[in-house]
Nanobody, 117 residues
Framework: QVQLVESGGGLVQPGGSLRLACVVSGLSFSTTAAKWYRQAPGKEREMVATISRTGATLNYADSVKGRFTISRDNAKNTVYLQMNSLKPEDTAVYYC??????????WGQGTQVTVSS
């Protein structure tokens, strides 16, 4: 079974930065794409960024383009999300997932990001 452990969230002021990490286990990480999602209070979960299995292809939601960067380290089974120029509207619980985990509707505990002065 896929296991997803997110970390790196916290409280940050507007304009600040955070780097999230997600360790993936239970599958061959280097053979799968990975995505970051977020869910704000009262809103549906939305996709934030996607990275292909090799890291060659990246995609971002329009709301985070130019501010967030997704990356991965296949040797560490880890996907990262570097978040810069954070805004209050980025406040959410952030989750990572893979196509297998998504299909199984399995999610980790997520990591809370709060952007506030």
């Amino acid at each position: 079974q896929v296991q997803l452990v997110e970390s790196g969230g916290g409280l940050v002021q507007p304009g600040g930065s955070l780097r999230l990490a997600c360790v993936v286990s239970g599958l061959s990480f280097s053979t799968t794409a990975a995505k970051w999602y977020r869910q704000a209070p009262g809103k549906e979960r939305e996709m934030v960024a996607t990275i292909s299995r090799t890291g060659a292809t990246l995609n971002y939601a329009d709301s985070v383009k130019g501010r967030f960067t997704i990356s991965r380290d296949n040797a560490k089974n880890t996907v990262y999300l570097q978040m810069n120029s954070l805004k209050p509207e980025d406040t959410a619980v952030y989750y990572c997932n893979t196509p297998v985990g998504y299909a199984q509707n399995y999610w980790g505990q997520g990591t809370q990001v709060t952007v506030s002065s």
